[in-house]
């Protein structure tokens, strides 16, 4: 059934609205017509009939047609307004058009009434579907940037909790990001005290008005009662008094959400806003994120342990990220049995997901990765066999008892990816490409395994392959750094690591004053290796930490061997990498090692780190460097001055010792400006009672400049080419023939070769 047309005519001839009638029902158009003759009847027909179009005489008794599209523009904007009359010239006509009209039709020629109306109907259609599509895409535009500033409210906040580490500084940041970054006009967090009792909201910001703060107990031991989410999108159509004073201080909409530690509510977060509907699926969403992120902080807080969660945990999508989840595989292969079914270690990244959010916006890449973690999720029972490395990246321990691997990654593959992503009405199909070690084939330990895992990704990436194996990518090195790499893995296996040592000389009297050990790597097809080229493929690999074990161990047995053989006592300085110094077992690695050389007087371990190494933890790494000096091991900072070390730094690091780097040195002979240079860190070693090492030092100049400035030790060419542990009782008793029988080091030094000066300066 049709439904009528509802006309308004503004007409006071009652004749001519009839021949309209006829005209309009002539052309096979059912309408309802309303006749109004004075503006108030006009108006009161324009909020009651809802007309569909209007038609409209120009020359009126009451008023005039011009007076009427005026109306009609200011009561009904997107309604179709016809003239029809007599009396209209073509200059009026024109105008009126100009001012909203649709269209204008002669009395006289009303044939072309129907075409006009059913044109301005059309046009009415056609602008009404505009209007409701710019209002879906102001919508659209508008979500997007609640959801960009919701997102950034909940970046904040985790550095935030990052960051703070006193419990009510940190909630009331919370409070301060969400209302200035979230664009809320209040939130506040209330706690229970410890037999349950609420104590009121101990952090807030934004409005403080007595009528949200009236609302406020209510709603949060309501939430912390129900143990779920009190949201009120539309406090205007709520029933009851207690929401009516809420809409005369702007609030919308109002949300609580309890805050839970272990699955138990210890509070809540509550939440006002000025826009209505606001708390929807999205919002909620990163609502809750916010509190299961503060949830954890609290807890961690009253362990003091702020940051743990978020150290080893990925706030995005809740999985472990790289360190928590290599202990993890850790402890399962130190478990695993051959009846236990082959593992194997998956990294897989999603492709081009800086595209999808330079495309639909970073809230739908992050959407992406959650939506992912969430289906790994349900496709493993054991949740700490899943990892997020950030970017994109995650990681699985994949166990197969058939030794399978290759179905069981297309197996998890299909799990993750047969569906697509419907992601905020976009449909996404990402790709991805893995990389896939295998335990005790690609290697024996959870750290290598991952490392190994990344490489054959990398391969995957460059070959274009959707998986690759670490034992195909081994098999076939793209470059001698990947055959170098290869052959480094079992270097130390094979014991093809050796030390060297470089004698510390005393600067005034020649005396020595100790050793460095110097890592180097004979390699059977290439012979001795620069440490420049082996050393960074240690520390990526993360074999660096075993290799390092070793060396501690090997100096240690030098010592003894040197001692056993009637030497005197020397200490021995051994460089520390940065994964060393991460590991929580640092200290008691090397403290085993020192308590091994209890027996040697004065001889022993000491240890050499750098600037840039400290920077990384700074407040954990003078822990540890403190516990070390306490019992009795030297620190020394290395290569000086490279780093950024300040002040204020310098004063409060356990060190003893700072070398000054070899190209600070080369630059002193023949720049006053690295004189100076060298010249103020000594000076400034001394002001806080350390002592200073000079480093490359090459020529008798050289130690000359560095005796006049005070320089306490040397170690260089000039005195010895680092050297075999067979050579060093030749080197001791040397040293010792030359402090007995010269006055001092700056006039008995011998000039190297200079042919072996410029042969090699690595160490």
Known sequence: MNIPLRLVVVEDNEADVELLTRCLIKAGLDVVIHRVETEHDLVSALHEFTPDLILSDFSLPQFNGVRALEVAVAHAPHTPFIYVSGTIGEERAIDALRRGATDYVLKANLSRL?????????????????????????DQELRLQRLTRTYRMLSNTSSAILRLRERSELLSEVCRIAVQLGGYLRVSVSLLDEDGTPLGAIAWAGDESDTLLAVEPDLTQACIAGRLPEVHNDVATESGESFSPLIRDGCRAVAAVPLCVDATPVGAITLFSSQSAVFDDAEMNVVLELTANLGFALQYLEKDAAVHFLSYFDTLTGLAKRALFCQRTSKLLAEATPAAGTRAIAVFD?????AINDSY????????????????????NDPEAIAYFGGGT?????TEDSGDIVRLWQTVSAQLFAESFQLEGEELRPLVRCGVAIHMQDGATAEALVQHAETALKAAREENEKYQFYTSVKKHPTSRGMALEARLEGALDRQEFLLHYQPKVNVADGRLEGFEALLRWKDAHDGLVSPALFVPL?????????????V???????????????????????????????????????????????????????????????????ELSISKL??????????????????????????????????????????????????????????????????????????AAQLHLLHSVNCDQAQGFLFQRPAAAVDVPGIIARFGQHSAGQGGAVNSAAEPNAASVRRSRHR
Not at 124 to 136: D, H, I, P, T, Y
């Open 538 to 550: 240690l520390e990526r690999s993360g074999a660096i930490v075993e290799v390092g074990e070793w």
């Open 350 to 354: 999603i492709q081009k997901l800086g």
């Open 394 to 398: 995650f990681a699985l321990t994949l």
């Open 114 to 138: 129907p075409s006009a109306v059913h044109r301005a109907l059309r046009e009415g259609s056609l602008k009404a579907e505009q209007r409701k599509a710019e209002l879906q895409r102001r």
């Open 626 to 699: 403190s516990q070390l000096r306490d019992a009795g091991i030297a620190i020394a900072i290395d290569d000086f001055g490279t780093g950024y070390s300040s002040l204020s730094l310098l004063a409060s690091l356990p060190v003893d010792t700072l070398k000054i780097d070899r190209s600070f040195v080369h630059h002193m002979v023949d720049s006053p400006k690295g004189m100076s240079l060298v010249a103020t860190i000594v000076s400034l070693a001394r002001s806080f009672d350390l002592k200073t090492v000079a480093e490359g030092v090459e020529t």
């Open 552 to 618: 501690m161990l090997q100096a240690t047995r030098d010592i003894r061997d040197w001692f056993a053989a009637g030497l005197t006592p020397v200490r021995v300085a051994v460089n520390v990498s940065p994964l060393q110094l991460r590991r929580r077992d640092f200290v008691d690695q090397v403290l085993s090692k020192s308590l091994a050389a209890t027996d040697l007087g004065a001889g022993g371990i000491d240890i050499e780190i750098t600037e840039s190494m400290l920077m990384q933890d700074l």
């Open 361 to 380: 916006g970073r809230y739908v890449g992050d959407l992406l990765i959650q939506t992912i973690a969430e289906r790994l999720k349900q496709a493993f």
